[in-house]
C-alpha cells in the first residue's frame, strides 16, 4: 500500500492546513466529474483515503506508529458494503463512489400535421422546439466561468458517507449519499449565473426535418439526440415527431392508394367520355368508355402515395357514380320517351344487394 504521505505529496510533518490544501488540490484533478478515467478514479480513491487517515489526529498517530489502519482499508469498503446489501437488501449507492451531475436529458414528443399532398412525396419541415440547450456561458459546467466545483467538505468527494451500523453481522459498515452536496461529492459555489448552475437553459430550437413520403397518422418519427439537452452538459435525450395527416375533401386513403369518386352524368356513361380531373399532383386524363356503370373503379396506375417502405407509388382509385338527371324540359324528356321506345331496355329485375368494392369505397369516405 502506498504511504499516504507520499500520495498526498505532503512532509510527514505537514500540518493539518497543508494536508488539508493537498487533498484538495489532487481531488480537484482526479475527481471523477473532471477526470473520468479508471486510473484517475482509483487514484481518487488513494488519497481520500489517505487524506481520511491523517486529517484525523488519532488515526494519524496511529498510522504513524505503524498501524496499516486495519478493518479501516478503503479497499474493504465496497466488501462491506455488499455484504450488507446481500443480508438486508439495497443500502442505495454504497461505496459506489459520488455519482454524476451529467444525465441524459430528456425524449421529447411533438405532434406535426401535414396535408396529404405533402404524405404522397414526402416534405422538409424546420419546426420550432421549446426545448432544453447547453447553457453557452458555462459550456454545461454549471460553474461561473473561470471557477469549478469545489471538494465536499463532509464526504471528501465521495459522494457518500460511511458510518457503522448495528447488526446480526455485528458492526458493518455502509453508507448513504452524502447530504451536503447531494451525492455528487462537490459542491458548485458559484454557480453560472445564466443557467442557475443548471449547465442548460431554455430555448427555442429550430428541427430541420425530411418527413419520408407515405406516412400515416400515429406514426412517430425518431429524431436521436434531437431531443432536450441533459442536465451539466449530459447527452440530449430524443425527439420524437407523431405524424398526424390532414383530412382531405376529395382524396382519402388506403394503404398507399388513394381514393376518391367521380359523378358522371348519365349522358357521359352511356356515350363514353374523356376527362382531366385535377389530382393531387398534377392533371389526369381519365377515360370514361361508353355504358361505365355505377360503382365500377377506374385504376390509374402508380398515382399514389410513395411507399414509406418499398418502392414505387400505390394507386389511384376513382369510383364512378352515374349520377342520373331529376329535372326535364318538355323536350328531353320526349326524346328520353322516343329513346326508351326504341331501346326496350329489359323490365327492372332484383339481384343480390350490391356489396361491390365501390360500396366499400364509399363507407372509407364516410368514416
Ligand atoms: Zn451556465
Redesign the pocket.
Known amino acids: 500500500m502506498a504511504d499516504h504521505y507520499e500520495v498526498l505529496g505532503v512532509a510527514r510533518d505537514a500540518s493539518v492546513d497543508e494536508i488539508k490544501k493537498a487533498y484538495r488540490k489532487k481531488a480537484r484533478q482526479l475527481h471523477p466529474d473532471v477526470n473520468p478515467g479508471a486510473d484517475a478514479s482509483e487514484q481518487f480513491k488513494l488519497v481520500t483515503h489517505a487524506y481520511d487517515v491523517l486529517s484525523n489526529p488519532q488515526q494519524r498517530q496511529k498510522y504513524d506508529m505503524g498501524d496499516q489502519g486495519g478493518g479501516f482499508d478503503g479497499g474493504n469498503f465496497g466488501n462491506f458494503g455488499d455484504i450488507f446489501e446481500t443480508f438486508f437488501g439495497g443500502g442505495g449507492q454504497s461505496s459506489r463512489g459520488p455519482r454524476s451531475r451529467r444525465e441524459r436529458g430528456q425524449d421529447a414528443l411533438l405532434r406535426v400535421e401535414l396535408d396529404l399532398e405533402e404524405v404522397i412525396f414526402g416534405t422538409h419541415r424546420e419546426i420550432e422546439v421549446d426545448t432544453a440547450i447547453v ?1 453557452e ?2 459550456s ?1 459546467t ?1 460553474c461561473q466561468p473561470g471557477t469549478s466545483p469545489v471538494t465536499c467538505d463532509i464526504c471528501h468527494g465521495t459522494g457518500n458517507i460511511q458510518r457503522a451500523v448495528r447488526s446480526l453481522l455485528g458492526n458493518v459498515m455502509t453508507s448513504s449519499p452524502c447530504g451536503s452536496c447531494r451525492g455528487y461529492g462537490t459542491i458548485i459555489a458559484t454557480p ?1 449565473v ?2 442557475q ?3 442548460r ?1 431554455r430555448a427555442r430550437r429550430t428541427v430541420a426535418v425530411d418527413i419520408p413520403a407515405g406516412v400515416e397518422t400515429g406514426l412517430r418519427l425518431q429524431m436521436p439526440g434531437s431531443g432536450e439537452a441533459g442536465p451539466a452538459g449530459g447527452p440530449n435525450g430524443d425527439l420524437y415527431l407523431e405524424m398526424k395527416v390532414r383530412h382531405h375533401d376529395v382524396f382519402s386513403r388506403d394503404g398507399d392508394d388513394l381514393l376518391c369518386t367521380i359523378e358522371v352524368p348519365m349522358t357521359d356513361a352511356i356515350l363514353g367520355r374523356t376527362t382531366t380531373i385535377k389530382a393531387l399532383d398534377g392533371d389526369i386524363d381519365v377515360v370514361l368508355k361508353p355504358g361505365v356503370q355505377s360503382a365500377e373503379v377506374i385504376t390509374i396506375k402508380d398515382r399514389g402515395v410513395t411507399r414509406l417502405r418499398g418502392s414505387g407509388r400505390g394507386d389511384l382509385k376513382i369510383g364512378v357514380h352515374v349520377v342520373t338527371p331529376t329535372k326535364l324540359d318538355h323536350k328531353e324528356r320526349e326524346l328520353i320517351e322516343q329513346f326508351a321506345a326504341r331501346h326496350k331496355a329489359p323490365a327492372p329485375s332484383l339481384s343480390h344487394f350490391q356489396q361491390g368494392l365501390f360500396a366499400k369505397l364509399r363507407d372509407r369516405f364516410i368514416g
Open positions: 447553457c456561458t458555462c454545461g454549471c453560472c445564466t443557467c448552475g443548471q449547465g437553459v
